[in-house]
T-cell receptor, first 112, second 115 residues
Framework: DAKTTQPPSMDCAEGRAANLPCNHS???????VYWYRQIHSQGPQYIIH???NNETNEMASLIITEDRKSSTLILPHATLRDTAVYYC?????????????FGSGTRLQVQP | EAGVTQFPSHSVIEKGQTVTLRCDPI?????LYWYRRVMGKEIKFLLH????????ESGMPNNRFLAERTGGTYSTLKVQPAELEDSGVYFC?????????????FGEGSWLTVV
């Protein structure tokens, strides 16, 4: 699976949009971009994933560049409860035979 | 629908003792994964079951760790004998055997402290 690069930490004001970048310049055509987060020491929580089109769900939006070498996770109105470590993971999809590989992620601190 | 459930949530054992962690995946999920996070380190993959078969156990640290998934439903992870460095949180996860983009869902983890 392709390696990803994320900034180690970011701050965001409560109520503002949080934009978390991720570089995955070696991504292959059959690899998806997944985002998870870990709030404190809870289990990792799935947020969103995409292949090449932008995606949106009730939690966030995922913007993938046209060349697919980078992406941005957008939390439109960050709250204090969004303070967490966010992981960008690239993974070959298929029959589910591949596990996720976690890096060090981005620690997002939402400030009041 | 119930999520991935793990038991126990916390366990404190002495070095040399045995601990067995249990994971119940989401109903119908053929894929089951074990991960762990030790203090200050990243979340690391341990192994992956597809139904009752071990698909990938490349992340298992040593032969003190034994994972089973008899019948392809719940799974157990046994640590015997436990060492101090085994302390951490053990996460179980599951996913469908799907064609594309299948999502992996995690449990809340089992905290293990070896003293």
């Amino acid at each position: 699976d392709a390696k990803t690069t994320q900034p180690p930490s970011m701050d965001c004001a409560e109520g503002r949009a949080a934009n978390l970048p991720c570089n995955h310049s070696t991504i292959s055509g059959n690899e998806y971009v997944y985002w998870y987060r870990q709030i404190h020491s809870q289990g990792p929580q799935y947020i969103i994933h995409g292949l090449k089109n932008n995606e949106t769900n009730e939690m966030a939006s995922l913007i993938i560049t046209e060349d697919r070498k980078s992406s941005t996770l957008i939390l439109p109105h960050a709250t204090l409860r969004d303070t967490a470590v966010y992981y960008c993971i690239v993974r070959v999809a298929g029959t589910g035979r591949r596990a996720l590989t976690f890096g060090s992620g981005t620690r997002l601190q939402v400030q009041p | 629908e119930a999520g991935v459930t793990q038991f126990p949530s916390h366990s404190v054992i002495e070095k040399g003792q045995t601990v067995t962690l249990r994971c119940d995946p989401i109903s119908g999920h053929d894929n089951l994964y074990w991960y762990r996070r030790v203090m200050g380190k990243e979340i690391k993959f341990l192994l992956h079951f597809v139904k009752e078969s071990k698909q990938d156990e490349s992340g298992m640290p040593n032969n003190r760790f034994l994972a089973e998934r008899t019948g392809g439903t719940y799974s157990t992870l046994k640590v015997q004998p436990a060492e101090l460095e085994d302390s951490g949180v053990y996460f179980c996860a599951s996913s469908l055997q799907g064609r594309s983009g299948n999502t992996i869902y995690f449990g809340e983890g089992s905290w293990l402290t070896v003293v």
